[in-house]
């Protein structure tokens, strides 16, 4: 190893160090203090009407009782995560539609989405967010959106996150969240598009879908961030995005299961398929995120 990379290699393992000692926030929700939340009824909104604010964007209400539910614990037990939305199993090709007025702001290729659209609703104080899409079908491109309007269809198992080796079963992962994303402090992409986190998702303004749709209920403006709570830290992550980042750059990561902000991302592989977001700040060594809140060691 030559001298520049074991003295990067040093401070690598010295700021994981630090940050692991010094920093106590953003720990895992337990099943106890994060109920899975059993769908609501829908039957008294769909069909889609006219006078409602919101509406369901599938032509359907059926159910499946393997789909994950909001704040569904995820697997193996004991869990670590929770789900931020509610999935809809339906054949793939099935028309997706807009839940409300308002403006795509992001329609595109993401990870495990395949394609992913998120609609802005100003209006309704909230964002709505549809994952697993279809990239090889026609789909909207960023823009207005009226309520009910087809924004895409649901990709098959090879395309929609999956693979044909692995394919996904063919579902939507339909998710709303209060505020917008201009109203948190840095406009991340990975603090908006999170499917599964740590968490507790109510505690960061993911609200159940099928509830605010059956209640036609708009949230009273933005949702304030969290205090907050234990992070956790994975260092064979830090490690392996200290080892991509040399020697270009000074090694500045923001370390969060999917609450990642600042002016640059980068998803890299790792054991625990975490999105992992990285940010150069000034002359910071090391910038932790955690829940909105940035924090330097
Ligand atoms: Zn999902």
């Not at 692995?166 to 709303?176: A, E, N, Y």
Request: net charge negative.
């Amino acid at each position: 190893m030559t001298g520049p990379a074991r003295s990067y290699l040093v401070r690598v393992l010295a700021a994981s160090a630090v940050a692991a000692v010094v920093l106590t926030g953003c720990g895992s929700a337990s099943i106890a203090d994060c109920p899975r939340a059993i769908r609501a009824d829908l039957s008294g909104v769909v069909p889609d009407d006219g006078s409602l604010p919101f509406r369901f964007p599938l032509d359907d209400i059926e159910t499946h009782p393997r789909e994950a539910a909001f704040c569904e614990p995820s697997r193996p037990f004991p869990p670590d995560k929770f789900h931020a939305a509610e999935d809809y199993h339906r054949p793939a090709g099935t028309p997706v539609y807009a839940m409300a007025d308002g403006e795509i702001s992001f329609s595109g290729p993401m990870g495990g989405y395949g394609w992913l659209i998120i609609v802005d609703h100003p209006k309704m104080n909230l964002y709505s967010l549809y994952g697993h899409l279809s990239p090889s079908r026609w789909r909207m491109d960023p823009g207005p959106v009226a309520k009910g309007d087809l924004i895409a269809y649901l990709g098959d198992g090879w395309e929609n996150g999956g693979s044909h080796d692995h394919p996904l079963i063919p579902h939507l992962h339909f998710g709303v969240r209060a505020g917008q994303r201009s109203d948190y402090p840095s406009k991340g992409e990975w603090r908006w598009m999170a499917g599964w986190i740590r968490p507790c998702p109510r505690d960061l303004g993911w609200l159940q879908p099928s509830a605010v749709i059956a209640e036609q209920h708009i949230p009273e403006g933005r949702f304030a961030n969290p205090p907050a709570g234990f992070l956790e830290i994975w260092w064979t992550d830090l490690l392996i995005v200290g080892a991509a980042r040399w020697p270009d750059h000074l090694p500045v990561v923001c370390v969060y299961d999917q609450t990642i902000h600042g002016s640059r991302h980068k998803r890299l592989p790792n054991a625990l398929d975490l999105p992992i977001g990285l940010e150069r700040r000034g002359s910071s060594l090391w910038t932790i995120c955690c829940d909105g809140r940035t924090m330097s060691v």
